[in-house]
């Protein structure tokens, strides 16, 4: 029981580490490309309503939306980090 409990805590603070990793590289990015990952990823919105909210093209979305991944993946592998940006 002791050890599972101790498993628990470690996966948690892991997790906890991993997340606050995650919110400061996304801090970092520009504005354009930081409000598209917040609203896909933080408030789970589709790409065609976060098109419909900026009013912009959905393709400026899928754009920044991927030049934001692309920056997220390059600075996690720079800091060595060991999260799965799709």
């Given at each position: 029981?002791?050890?599972?409990?101790?498993?628990w805590t470690?996966?948690?603070?892991?997790?906890?580490?991993?997340?606050?990793?995650?919110?400061?590289?996304?801090?970092?990015?520009?504005?354009?490309?930081?409000?598209?990952?917040?609203?896909?990823?933080?408030?789970?919105?589709?790409?065609?309503?976060?098109?419909?909210?900026?009013?912009i093209p959905?393709g400026t979305?899928?754009?920044?939306?991927?030049?934001?991944?692309?920056?997220?993946?390059?600075?996690?592998?720079?800091?060595?980090?060991?999260?799965?940006?799709?």
């Open positions: 029981m002791a050890c599972e409990q101790f498993e470690d996966k948690a603070v892991l997790q906890s580490e991993m997340q606050h990793e995650l919110i400061s590289h996304v801090r970092q990015l520009s504005y354009k490309l930081r409000v598209v990952v917040i609203l896909r990823y933080f408030h789970d919105y589709a790409l065609e309503e976060i098109a419909d909210m900026l009013q959905v979305v899928k754009s920044r939306h991927h030049l934001a991944l692309k920056e997220l993946r390059k600075r996690f592998d720079m800091t060595g980090g060991d999260v799965y940006v799709h």
